[in-house]
């Protein structure tokens, strides 16, 4: 947060406020039925899917009786979510009729950085175009890595190679074309081509991902510009993560902080300034009079998983956890463990692992826990089970440290 000399006029909230504001937004405080499953990772400003396992859990805590099986339809069959590199350069699931929105909308930092990456390696950016171009015909349908290169080769005459690439299997078994010094891999162009609408997930098949254009697999795909993107995302962050201040939004997406300003200044008329704890930020005016009414009406327990979306939507986390347990959450190489979530900040984390007979759940509370919170945690554990498809769930509390 900012200065609150910075945010004339502001209205005062507390924290109980916002966190049972954010908490609505994300349907934290009362799941949604699965009916309404793409509607949720539309609240949640996108799920991260890096960790498919950690995306299906973090759609877990916000529906009602869902099970991995609806999951998979909402993707392979309905094809209403979509599965793209976005914020962050990182995979998430977005709903399939606002993809150009995520993806354009979070492009402007990646598309620098490769910019800055081809020029190192002094690869030609002309020959780089002719690539993507290539690669973009060929994913007329759900196509693997190998069936891509192909067709990239047969198009434009060029040598298949091995390399590595951005964390795609092995070493070297991604195939790819030489250009000077570089190989540029299949997953290289198809995140490339992802940041235009030209790419997003098609279904595995057996151990392969395969890669496919929008516009000939979702049904719903609709293009926009960059701008009209950038303007768009911000404001679902805002819906999502308010009150929130324009380097929370930098850091939310990776754009640098003179971008992110120049995207908020377009909607600086649509925004109120509020303080918590003295600190100012800024909420959509359309959405003040929820947060000044929102509250928990209830104590309210979630198991978080693996890159929650709750846990990454500001810069200072201060207001999620405390100093001192900052680092079992957000850990090195931007890992983001799974937290114990109580009313709205975190009572400690958790992992879990599969048995024969049951789910064994380990929860390390940061403070120690009443038996009304610890009844709480076990009923999350006992629907993390159902959901992973466990007889039932076994949970054992640390010593609070």
């Known amino acids: 947060m900012v200065r609150v000399d910075d945010a004339k006029g502001a209205i005062r909230v507390t924290w109980s406020q916002v966190h049972a504001f954010r908490m609505g937004r994300h349907h934290l405080d009362r799941p949604l039925p699965k009916a309404q499953l793409t509607r949720v990772v539309a609240d949640a400003c996108g799920v991260q899917a890096q960790v498919m396992a950690a995306a299906q859990l973090a759609l877990r805590v916000r529906v009602r009786a869902l099970r991995l099986e609806d999951v998979q339809r ?8 979509a ?3 976005c914020m962050r350069g990182t995979v998430h699931l977005v709903p399939s009729s606002d993809l150009a929105l995520f993806v354009r909308g979070s492009s402007a930092r990646i598309e620098g950085r490769v910019a800055a990456w081809l020029n190192r390696a002094g690869v030609p950016r002309a020959s780089v175009e002719r ?3 290539a690669a973009s015909v060929a994913m007329d349908r759900p196509r693997t890595r190998g069936e891509i290169a192909a067709r990239i080769r047969d198009a434009l005459g060029l040598p298949i190679e091995k390399a590595g690439s951005r964390g795609w299997g092995g070493r070297a078994d991604a195939a790819g074309f030489r250009l000077g010094r570089t190989v540029i891999t299949v997953p290289d162009i198809a995140f490339m081509a992802s940041y235009r609408g ?5 279904p595995d098949e057996g151990q392969g991902t395969t890669f496919v254009r929008p516009d000939a697999w979702l049904r719903a795909w609709r293009d926009l510009s960059v701008a009209e993107a950038e303007e768009a995302l911000l ?3 805002l819906r999502a993560f308010a009150p929130a201040t324009v380097s929370d939004f930098a850091t939310w997406t990776q754009m640098t902080l003179g971008h992110a ?3 908020w200044s377009h909607l600086e008329d649509d925004l109120c300034p509020v303080t918590v704890d003295g600190g100012a930020a800024w909420v959509l005016r359309r959405d003040l009079s929820s947060l000044e009414r929102a509250q928990l009406n209830q104590p309210t327990v979630r198991l978080l998983p693996y890159f929650d979306a709750f846990l990454m939507g500001h810069k200072e986390r201060r207001h999620l956890v405390d100093g001192a347990h900052h680092k079992r959450i957000y850990r090195p190489a931007g890992w983001v463990y799974p937290a114990v979530l109580a009313d709205g900040r975190v009572a400690g984390d958790w992992s879990y692992e599969r048995r024969a007979r049951d789910l064994r759940v380990r929860v390390r509370p940061y403070q120690p826990l009443d038996e009304g919170t610890k ?8 629907d993390v089970a159902r959901f992973l498809e466990m007889p039932e769930a076994h949970v054992t509390f640390a010593k609070a440290r």
């Open 74 to 81: 909402v993707l392979w069959q309905d094809r209403s979510v």
């Open 198 to 202: 030209l790419a997003c997930f098609g």
């Open 131 to 133: 690539l993507i171009e």
């Open 261 to 263: 300003q120049e995207v």
């Open 235 to 237: 404001r679902r962050y």
């Open 375 to 382: 009844d709480l945690v076990r009923g999350e554990a006992d």
């Open 83 to 85: 599965r793209a590199w």
